[in-house]
T-cell receptor, first 109, second 115 residues
Framework: GQNIDQPTEMTATEGAIVQINCTYQ??????LFWYQQHAGEAPTFLSY??LDGLEEKGRFSSFLSRSKGYSYLLLKELQMKDSASYLC??????????WGAGTKLIIKP | IAGITQAPTSQILAAGRRMTLRCTQD?????MYWYRQDLGLGLRLIHY???????GKGEVPDGYSVSRANTDDFPLTLASAVPSQTSVYFC??????????????FGPGTRLTVL
């Protein structure tokens, strides 16, 4: 079966750095997405990785290792508004998007 | 309209009633999707459409039907609602044509309660 694993919940301090991990087992791979979802709102696109390595976008970076079936989302200089759920999703060989259950990130002052 | 819209925002429905959730996008995306999101389970695909005139079943299609008469609209119908269909429903769209990004963009969601 296809599976995406992420921690259920993480806590971090305002101003700090946090890394949210995602491991996947899918039938094929055609890209990995990270989305942010604030409580009561829709998911919004953060990043996309299809090749190995690090993609940096402001305070957020996303890393991919296809050989290890692994990705992480790195959030720097955490702000209270970063409190949200972070969803990892992988496009499989049929171009279907397989979603993880999400990681709830709690930021404390 | 800018992006993707859904209606209604929320709805309380008696079991056994028929309900249609509406979704409209103005981005001319070829692909559209319906998901449900339940606590602890993440997003689950109900139905999808790769292009106007075609639809496909996702992970949890039972009890739901869709149609795609044109590019912009993708309504989701519950023929006879049951309490297990209580959920938050998200519509999404993407440009899945050759050279497109495949990134899915989501509507604001419909919160449905079936009693």
């Amino acid at each position: 079966g296809q599976n995406i694993d992420q921690p259920t919940e993480m806590t971090a301090t305002e101003g700090a750095i946090v890394q949210i991990n995602c491991t996947y087992q899918t039938s094929g791979f055609n890209g990995l997405f990270w989305y942010q979802q604030h409580a009561g709102e829709a998911p919004t696109f953060l990043s996309y990785n299809v090749l190995d390595g690090l993609e940096e976008k402001g305070r957020f970076s996303s890393f991919l290792s296809r050989s290890k079936g692994y990705s992480y989302l790195l959030l720097k200089e955490l702000q209270m508004k970063d409190s949200a759920s972070y969803l990892c999703a992988v496009t499989d060989s049929n171009y279907q998007l397989i979603w993880g259950a999400g990681t709830k990130l709690i930021i404390k002052p | 309209i800018a992006g993707i819209t859904q209606a209604p925002t929320s709805q309380i429905l008696a079991a056994g009633r028929r309900m249609t959730l509406r979704c409209t996008q103005d981005m001319r995306h070829n692909a559209m999707y319906w998901y449900r999101q339940d606590l602890g389970l993440g997003l689950r695909l109900i139905h999808y459409s790769n292009t106007a005139g075609t639809t496909g079943k996702g992970e949890v299609p039972d009890g739901y039907s869709v149609s795609r008469a044109n590019t912009d609209d993708f309504p989701l119908t519950l023929a006879s609602a049951v309490p297990s269909q209580t959920s938050v429903y998200f519509c999404a769209s993407s440009d899945s044509s050759p050279g497109g990004s495949d990134t899915q963009y989501f509507g604001p969601g419909t919160r449905l309660t079936v009693l």
